[in-house]
């Protein structure tokens, strides 16, 4: 399993978002439960600059997991290595840099 080894830039957004299923009953009541022993995975909106002569590197890496593949990544908040797959991505061309903003969700193996 292949590494993403950019640096994210400071300010990356973390949404939690449990998984769980709900059966309602009727007369306003429901039954819930997580969905699943893993129902709270992590979303991550990380933002890499990079310069523009290496933003091809990580774009080929991004397209090569082709947004179903899992890669590993160190999450910097708390220096974990996760699995995450990136379903989307955009790159803003500035000049001699590049910035590249991409949608990590975390998965199990």
């Known amino acids: 399993m292949e590494t993403f080894h950019w640096k994210v830039s400071p300010g ?4 939690d978002e449990p998984a769980v299923l709900t059966v309602k009953l009727g007369d306003g009541y429901e039954q819930r439960r997580a969905a699943g022993i893993n129902s709270l995975l992590k979303k991550y909106s990380v933002t890499v600059n990079v310069r523009r002569r ?7 890496f991004l397209a090569r997991h082709g947004g179903w593949k899992a890669f590993q990544w160190r999450e910097p908040q708390t220096f974990r290595t996760i699995c995450v797959v990136c379903r989307k991505w955009s790159t803003v061309v500035n000049g001699a840099y590049s910035t ?9 193996r």
């Not at 290496?54 to 080929?60: K, N, P, R």
């Not at 590249?100 to 199990?108: A, I, L, R, S």
């Open 12 to 15: 990356m957004q973390v949404t």
């Open 54 to 60: 290496h933003v091809s590197a990580l774009e080929d």
């Open 100 to 108: 590249v903003t991409c949608e990590f969700e975390q998965v199990m």
